[in-house]
């Protein structure tokens, strides 16, 4: 199984973003996945993550502004960001696990490479 998340860039603040992540077999396998992201020098932090059969749930702080959701290809997941700001500077990956829980635990399965966003004037 291998994740390619993309649709990463550069872009000023107050601008959006839409990420994608092909998925083969997650979604169509009844399997939920996610976003996270990583800052330099950190760890990956959970973003939002969604059951293949639409049950969503993100991060408290990005409510509002990020919204993740099941894509119109086959095994794909989107997450739209809104309203960038510079401090969501980071690489994003796209991962997946069983279930949404296990997703937000961290206890992923399979990871995706990450793609870029940089939010800076």
């Known amino acids: 199984v291998q994740l390619q998340a993309s649709g990463g860039g550069s872009v000023q603040p107050g601008g959006s973003l839409r990420l994608s992540c092909s998925a083969p077999g997650r979604v169509s396998s009844r399997y939920a996945v996610g976003w996270f992201r990583q800052f330099p020098g950190k760890g990956r932090t959970f973003v939002a993550g969604i059951t293949w059969h639409g049950i969503s749930s993100s991060d408290d702080s990005l409510k509002g502004r990020f919204a993740v959701s099941i894509g119109d290809s086959e095994d794909t997941v989107v997450l739209e960001m809104k309203h960038l700001r510079p401090e969501d500077t980071a690489v994003y990956y796209c991962?997946?696990?069983?279930?949404?829980?296990?997703?937000?635990?961290?206890?992923?399965?399979?990871w995706g490479q990450g793609t870029l966003v940089t939010v800076s004037s």
């Open positions: 991962a997946s696990a069983p279930t949404l829980g296990e997703v937000q635990d961290g206890s992923i399965d399979y």
